[in-house]
């Protein structure tokens, strides 16, 4: 059981490049979800879906971009980077939004 | 809107001794409250949670919380730390609002340090 797989695992960017960062679960998970960990800062939302085709901003969405095709699948969409997107990322999957949390390892990304 | 601040960034025990860590919330609804561990270049894992009934809840490896509606708070105890435990800790709220959002929300976290 693979759980919760984000790639990539590190990404360096230059500043103005797009990338997607890919997550997937194989729990039949309703509700995903984006977080960027910064020091100091704990976890801040990004955007999290309830479902297939239903997408919601969190607390800090600008400069990012989502869709949920696919319960499976719920990639995260960096638009134009900029150094201030230089973070660790994590996609996590649970039943509810009220139930367990499982989290994929993490994206470690650099914009210089 | 759902906020939670965990009280001290870093805290720091000796092993054998009484850990606690603080959490405190804000919600226009009733709260889902949990913590969740991080232990180093790993994701996060679930250590408890409240959702309804009993307010004292037992998890995973010793730890415990309350739910305590009138302070809005639910603070992380274990009576005996051991030095696996050193780690990030985070508190965190999940409501679904009377508009239809509903999110997880997460304090800033506390680094739990373990002196031998």
């Known amino acids: 059981n693979a759980g919760v797989t984000q790639t990539p695992k590190f990404q360096v960017l230059k500043t103005g490049q797009s990338m997607t960062l890919q997550c997937a679960q194989d729990?039949?998970?309703?509700?995903m979800s984006w977080y960027r960990q910064d020091p100091g800062m704990g976890l801040r939302l990004i955007h999290y879906?309830?479902?297939?085709?239903?997408?919601d901003q969190g607390e800090v969405p600008n400069g990012y971009n989502v869709s949920r095709s696919t319960t499976e699948d719920f990639p995260l969409r960096l638009l134009s980077a900029a150094p201030s997107q230089t973070s660790v990322y994590f996609c996590?999957?649970?039943?509810?939004?009220?139930?367990?949390?499982?989290f994929g390892q993490g994206t470690r990304l650099t914009v210089v | 809107a759902q906020s939670v601040t965990q009280l001290g960034s870093h805290v720091s025990v000796s092993e054998g001794a009484l850990v606690l860590l603080r959490c405190n919330y804000s919600?226009?609804?009733?709260?889902?409250l949990f913590w969740y561990v991080q232990y180093p270049n790993q994701g996060l894992q679930l250590l408890l949670k409240?959702?309804?009934?009993?307010?004292l809840v037992k998890g995973i490896n010793g730890f415990e919380a309350e739910f305590k509606k009138s302070e809005t708070s639910f603070h992380l105890t274990k009576p005996s730390a051991h030095m696996s435990d050193a780690a990030e800790y985070f508190c965190?709220?999940?409501?679904?609002?009377?508009?239809?959002?509903?999110?997880?929300?997460f304090g800033q976290g506390t680094r739990l340090t373990i002196n031998p």
């Open positions: 729990m039949n998970h309703e509700y």
């Open positions: 965190a709220v999940s409501v679904i609002e009377r508009q239809g959002a509903q999110k997880l929300v």
């Open positions: 879906s309830v479902g297939a085709g239903i997408t």
């Open positions: 409240y959702t309804t009934g009993a307010t």
């Open positions: 919600s226009s609804v009733p709260p889902y």
């Open positions: 996590a999957s649970s039943y509810r939004v009220f139930t367990e949390a499982f």
